[in-house]
């Protein structure tokens, strides 16, 4: 790929100043199609001719160090007679401060870029002009560029002394076709209202908490400056709040040119809902500023809706916390100095994220960077793609590798995924027993483990359930996914299935009693617990001692509400998903959450934050309640022995909690939609089903094929 081109770059590195590429040429006649093949290590923003040439944000996009995607653009009608192409590029995913591991492998490498743009005439010639010593250097607009610190852009600004690009050493085998969704502009949300903090600063407020950039629209004399800074949320006396950034400095400034302008941030992107003003040379009004919400280009594929309108909150900031965080990778959060693809935070979701958009391609793209950075041992970094190194695997998070392939190939029926990871699959359980202590357990090992569970003790982010009890658990659930694997695949999994027996054996034989809410959650799930009764019992019991609240953490959670209704409990299981006081999912919402917090306990009732250090108001995690919604309180179930809703079984369980609840699911066979509601002292049952389905309804079992169905 590219093979005629060259890596280019500015001969020196700038730094976090951007530099743009360019290069003059003239077309020879007239043109029948023109397109540009183009990759970069760093983000490219590229136009011919002042005009932007495509839509993709931040293209190349973010993989693993070890590779980097090719676009192709077609751009036949951008073409002139004369024309010039300029690429700017910045650090990006490749040495901005988001990557560690970037400047520590490439310590001598810049941001550079590689391109060949094919013209074919009329006439039938045709002419290639590509990336190479020819093109010129020079410092662009864009003054200051990282994702963590955001943009500097001076409208004025021109390099007056521009030089010659250098080459880079750079082989192409790094090279791959476009794999992912393509990042782009989504949507774009007006100001909500303007106001002056307690402090006197001016503040807008988007009503939103949202990922992307945003436009500005100014009036102003040239040396004009605008400069903004973000936020999620405001503090107890409504003064603008930035310390859960940490060390992401978020901000954007702009120096104007003459006369009326719009602008929007090239390379950069920001976590916020607020953005405070702290300079703008003209009146601010509603109109100056608009959010832009950026994300990978997933398709919406479900629905949820109830009669609570806070529940339909929660519903909402599930989405907007899927929208804020599917940027090319599934990231932690979209704001402070992390944004990574932390596997915990992927796999914890992956079921629900798969229910609400289309995120195959997605998936797809990302255990590829999974694949290609597990280290020769097994092990899963953290982070994937490897933005740092760690060089261990914690359980629930290595994991990643083995429940996010599954739940691919359950949600989307393609088993070339299973194919594709199944060898990682593998070697994540060879890491674990070559790490382990204990043969059959997992044992002795560092873990974030039931990380933020509320029963922490003191100064710790860690739950107190047990390090080697959680761990040994995912031993046993990965292993049972790999057996499922290579079932599909048709592989010998004899050795699989005498190791998950071992395991299931000693896991049984060392752990008689489960201490916290997760260990039972954990227990009852994975199919532990040899007295599911007695277990669940003792689960509903701790919960109902708390005031029937919730106290587990990033493991606990996303099997709570499945593990107390597999097992009888499905009242208490609405209980905790009504539950409106602290903690609980709607406690957030009654805060005035419009995301998923990272925290229960983000912001107190008291108005107080929980911490400065780790505080993010947009991560996914928890929001994977909505896969309970989807598939038991809605009851919309795939069948293993047929993936991808080619066969479905709906089995909703109704409350009088609620007076109606509805989910829906496009799915690659057709929509799936469930809803229920109380209508005159009866349940009615809509269901609308694009296969063979059985319905179950008060244990009855009605097997109905492709139709709409009234219970
Ligand atoms: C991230 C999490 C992540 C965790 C590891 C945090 O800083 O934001 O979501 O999974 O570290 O425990």
């Not at 392939?405 to 027993?433: H, R």
């Amino acid at each position: 790929m590219l093979n005629n081109a060259k890596w280019i770059s500015y001969p020196v590195d700038m730094g976090f100043e951007c530099p743009a590429l360019f290069k003059s040429f003239k077309a020879r006649g007239a043109v029948k199609r023109a397109t540009l093949t183009i990759s970069a290590r760093g983000c490219y923003y590229a136009t011919l001719n002042g005009e932007r040439i495509g839509d993709f944000i931040f293209a190349p996009g973010c993989t693993s160090l070890k590779r980097v995607q090719v676009q192709t653009y077609d751009i036949t009608k951008m073409l002139s007679e004369d024309n010039e192409i300029e690429i700017t590029l910045s650090k990006g995913w490749f040495k901005g401060r988001i990557c560690w591991k970037g400047t520590q492998i490439f310590p001598n490498n810049n941001e550079c870029v590689i391109a060949e743009l094919a013209i074919s005439y009329k006439d039938g010639s045709s002419e290639l002009i590509v990336t190479d010593e020819s093109w010129g250097a020079k410092k662009s607009p864009v003054r200051f560029s990282d994702f963590y610190d955001g943009e500097h852009f001076d409208a004025n600004f021109v390099d007056d002394a521009p030089t010659k690009a250098i080459v880079q050493d750079f082989s192409n085998d790094i090279l791959v076709p476009q794999q992912g969704e393509i990042i782009k502009e989504q949507e774009t949300i007006s100001a909500f209202k303007i106001f002056k903090t307690p402090k006197g600063e001016t503040v807008i407020d988007f009503a939103q908490n949202l990922t992307g950039y945003f436009e500005i629209f100014v009036n102003a004399k040239k040396g004009d400056k605008v400069s903004l800074s973000f936020a999620e949320v405001l503090d107890s006396e409504g003064n603008f709040y930035t310390e859960n950034y940490r060390s992401a400095k978020a901000e954007f400034e702009y120096t104007c040119r003459d006369g009326y302008q719009s602008y929007k941030p090239r390379l950069a992107f920001w976590g916020y809902r607020y953005i405070r003003v702290n300079s703008f040379p003209c009146e601010v009004t509603l109109d100056s500023i608009k959010a832009i919400v950026v994300h990978s280009d997933i398709k919406r594929t479900g629905s949820l809706d109830s009669s609570s309108p806070l529940l339909n909150q929660l519903f909402k900031n599930i989405f907007w916390g899927q929208k804020g965080n599917f940027l090319d990778i599934p990231t932690d959060c979209p704001q402070r100095d992390e944004r990574m693809g932390w596997t915990g935070d992927a796999q914890v979701f992956c079921k629900t994220a798969s229910y609400n958009y289309d995120v195959e391609k997605f998936f797809e793209k990302w255990l590829t960077d999974l694949r290609l950075d597990q280290e020769k041992d097994g092990c899963v970094p953290s982070v994937i793609p490897q933005f740092w190194g760690d060089g261990w695997s914690g359980c629930g998070w290595g994991d990643a590798s083995t429940i996010c392939p599954w739940q691919i190939y359950l949600t989307y029926g393609n088993k070339d995924i299973l194919k594709k990871q199944f060898n990682s699959m593998c070697a994540y359980l060879k890491y674990i027993s070559s790490k382990s202590k204990n043969r059959y357990l997992w044992t002795g090992c560092d873990h974030y483990a039931d990380w933020l569970g509320l029963d922490a003790p003191a100064g710790s982010y860690k739950g107190s359930s047990r390090d080697d009890f959680l761990a040994s658990t995912y031993y046993l659930y990965s292993t049972s996914l790999v057996i499922k694997a290579g079932r599909v695949l048709g592989r010998s999994v004899a050795k699989y299935e005498a190791l998950y027996e071992k395991i299931l054996m000693a896991i049984r034989k060392k752990y008689k009693k489960y201490k916290t809410q997760t260990e039972h959650v954990i227990a009852l799930h994975f199919g532990i617990a040899e007295d599911k009764s007695a277990t669940a019992k003792a689960l509903a019991d701790m919960i109902v001692a708390n005031g029937t609240r919730l106290q587990t953490g990033f493991l606990g959670t996303p099997y709570l509400l499945h593990a107390l209704s597999s097992n009888g409990y499905s009242e208490l299981a609405y209980d905790l998903l009504l539950q409106e006081a602290f903690p609980s999912w709607l406690y957030s919402v009654k805060q005035g959450a419009t995301t998923i917090w990272e925290h229960w306990d983000g912001v107190n009732d008291k108005g107080e934050f929980w911490s400065k250090d780790m505080n993010s108001f947009n991560h996914y995690a928890y929001g994977a309640v909505a896969d309970w919604v989807y598939g038991v309180a809605c009851g919309i179930q795939t069948v293993e022995e047929f993936p991808g809703f080619e066969r479905i079984v709906i089995a909703p369980v109704p409350t009088d909690k609620l007076d109606h609840l509805s989910a829906s699911i496009m799915t690659r066979h057709g929509l799936i939609s469930s809803k229920w509601y109380h209508d005159n002292g009866k349940i009615r049952y809509e269901i609308t089903t694009p296969s063979k389905t059985t319905v179950i309804i008060d244990g009855k079992e009605y097997n109905v094929e492709k139709g709409s169905y009234i219970f």
